[in-house]
């Protein structure tokens, strides 16, 4: 199971980008994309998101 990315809420900030230890995440298009095959739910992401743009 990924996280999910709301791209209305998404700002472009690649913070979730910068703490994802997988490289699961990364930009496209000024939003943020979510690999789910490489995402381990480590919620690193959600922690530092500062719209909540990404939940489980």
Known sequence: MAIKIDKDTC????ACVE???TGALSMQDDKAVC???ACIDCLACIGVYPTGAITE
């Open 35 to 37: 690999d789910e095959d």
């Open 11 to 14: 700002i472009g900030c690649a």
């Open 19 to 21: 703490v994802c230890p």
